[in-house]
């Protein structure tokens, strides 16, 4: 079972970058697929991107594409999200998951996803 802990967070302002972490503990962190939701004040959660166990393959929503980039360094159990050019849009509670591999690429239904962290905080002020 996957432990997820994400930091990173803040306040920022627009057009800046913020890199998020989630640190996976408590199974073989290689094993499973991650990625990143969040959720706006008054909003659903929703997707961000996803990333293959190895890294080889990453899906984005619309939304961040070519502003946000997913990765993972399986040796030190750390998945990241870069996101540049951020916008108030983005502000959100961040959200790191973990799915284990099943039919289906990209999972983008949180129902898809076994284990979530606690969640981050970024604030993009206007």
């Known amino acids: 079972q996957a432990q997820l802990v994400e930091s990173g967070g803040g306040l920022v302002q627009a057009g800046a970058s913020v890199r998020l972490s989630c640190a996976a503990s408590?199974?073989?962190?290689?094993?499973?697929?991650m990625g990143w939701f969040r959720q706006a004040p008054g909003k659903e959660r929703e997707f961000v991107a996803t990333i293959s166990t190895r890294g080889g393959s990453t899906f984005y929503a619309d939304s961040v594409k070519g502003r946000f980039t997913i990765s993972r360094d399986n040796a030190k159990n750390t998945l990241y999200l870069q996101m540049n050019s951020l916008k108030p849009e983005d502000t959100a509670v961040y959200y790191c998951v973990a799915k284990t591999p099943s039919v289906g690429w990209p999972a983008t239904s949180r129902t898809a996803y076994d284990y979530w962290g606690q969640g981050t905080q970024v604030t993009v002020s206007s």
């Open positions: 408590g199974d073989t962190f290689s094993n499973y697929i």
